[in-house]
Each structure stands twice: as structure tokens, then as C-alpha cells.
């Protein structure tokens, strides 16, 4: 089985920021891509970004210089930098990663973490 977890969401007032992790743990052969992605009340999930096991970066064009996606291949870890909140960015965020079991090490499933609550307002 594989687990990922992530940590670091909360209240922040608009203007400031946040640093969200997410550790994948378990019976891991291989991480490939990994990433956050968003659900706000009432809207579809929605991408936030996305990073390579090679450190390639994607983002949503509505966090492009904001946000920074980074990882520590050693730690099995990502991380999102979220600068200048904005309320619009209030939203359930929820980490994604591609990962090879060792008990199936050819195949990349899908997991999810649980999520973590990030409210930006005064």
C-alpha cells in the first residue's frame, strides 16, 4: 500500500503564504511525476501544479509566479510554496503522486492524499 500525506494548510491573511508538503510512504518501487491539485465549494478539482521525477514544473496559469513546486527525491516529498494568497486560492488542496509498488513495479497507479484545508482571509 501507498500513503500520501500532506501538511502545512491553515488561515493566512491575503498577501501571505504558505508551504504545503506531501510525503508519500509504503511499499513505493518508484515516485514518477507528483503534484497538488485544488477543490474550492462548489467547483470542479482543479490543477495547481505539477513536477517531474526529472524537477519538469507545470502550473495553472492563475498561480504562474506565485506558487513554486519543488521535491526531495531522497524523502519521497513535495512541496508547494504558495506567495501572495490571494482568497481565491481558498480551496481544499489535495497532493497527487504516480507511483510504482514494488509489489506491481512495471505499472504507475494513481494515489491521493486526504487533503488539506488552505482559507485565505482577513
Known amino acids: 500500500q501507498v500513503q500520501l500525506v500532506e501538511s502545512g494548510g491553515g488561515l493566512v491573511q491575503p498577501g501571505g503564504s504558505l508551504r504545503l508538503s506531501c510525503a508519500a510512504s509504503?511499499?513505493?518501487?518508484?515516485?514518477?511525476?507528483m503534484g497538488w491539485y485544488r477543490q474550492a465549494p462548489g467547483k470542479e478539482r482543479e490543477l495547481v501544479a505539477t513536477?517531474?521525477?526529472?524537477?519538469?514544473?507545470n502550473y495553472a496559469d492563475s498561480v504562474k509566479g506565485r506558487f513554486t513546486i519543488s521535491r526531495d527525491n531522497a524523502k519521497n516529498t513535495d512541496y508547494l510554496q504558495m506567495n501572495s494568497l490571494k482568497p481565491e486560492d481558498t480551496a481544499v488542496y489535495y497532493c497527487?503522486?504516480?507511483?510504482?509498488?514494488?509489489?506491481?513495479?512495471?505499472?504507475?497507479?494513481?494515489?491521493w492524499g486526504q487533503g488539506t484545508q488552505v482559507t485565505v482571509s482577513s
Open positions: 509504503g511499499s513505493i518501487f518508484r515516485l514518477s511525476d
Open positions: 513536477i517531474t521525477s526529472g524537477d519538469r514544473t
Open positions: 497527487y503522486a504516480l507511483v510504482a509498488s514494488n509489489s506491481n513495479p512495471k505499472r504507475f497507479l494513481g494515489y
